[in-house]
């Protein structure tokens, strides 16, 4: 069955994709797959468990397996972005100059928009973290009406009455995860807000009144809900592209359009509520 996948990498070249994981027992894996139109084919997966995961050891891990099937079949190596994985494709181009080591998209734009929605406070990040600590805050404000209405019963049931549309709960590994959360948000928002102002709602008692009245009082504010809906006019064309890009059919011939569209759609999302105009600076 994998033959004529393996007859076409002579024709038509392959990507050779590789990734880390951690399985059940805790090992670390690095999986390489050789993928090109015809279809992926995984090829290993080594265990590193002990091993100091530098740029040497990660790039000669690539190297042997581009000598398992042939320095002549592979047009592009691809990893993620991290710096210790963008320091191996150096050297495995510099050791096959017709290979290029490409950045994973997906996994590009998930730290952009990690950066935007979990901006950190530190000396490198602070330009960052002034602009988009407000858009942080609104994520926290969310994630915890999230959990405070799935973690009570009583309330998820109040929830259920007024909603169909469950709560997502996204784990925070998956791409975009804060974004598909906030988008959820806006689609049960009539729900949220008619169940912070039922009767069931008040009259249901319980020892953390506190954060029952920061549920009630978010859920009803306007203007949070104006804030959630500017971050997502911005980070939506970005999702999009992610959710273009996250997929097994090819599309690196698209990615320099579809960055390009990117940029422009958030700069009018932008300039649009700082009633600015593109060319202004």
Known sequence: MLEPIKFSWKDKGISLVNDGWTDPQRRPLINF?????????FIKAVNCQGEYKDKHFIANLISETIAEVGPQNVVQVITNNAPVCRMAGLLVEAQYPQIFWTPCVVHT???ALKNICAAKDTNANAITYDACNWITTIAMDASLIK?????HSMRLAIYNQFMKLKMLAIANTRFASMVVMLRRFKLVKSGLQNMVINEQWSSHREDNVGKEQFVKEKVLDNLW??????????????YEMLRVADTDKPCLHLVYDMWDTMIEK????????????????
């Not at 809900?225 to 970005?238: E, G, R």
């Not at 700069?267 to 105009?277: D, G, M, T």
């Open 33 to 41: 797959i050789a993928v090109n139109e015809c279809g992926p084919m």
């Open 225 to 238: 809900w104006d804030q959630l809906d500017y971050i997502l006019s911005f980070l939506d064309p970005i």
């Open 109 to 111: 734009l998930n730290l």
């Open 147 to 151: 959990v405070f209405i799935t973690t």
């Open 266 to 281: 958030v700069k009018v999302a932008i300039y649009r509520h700082e009633k600015k105009q593109e060319s202004e600076e």
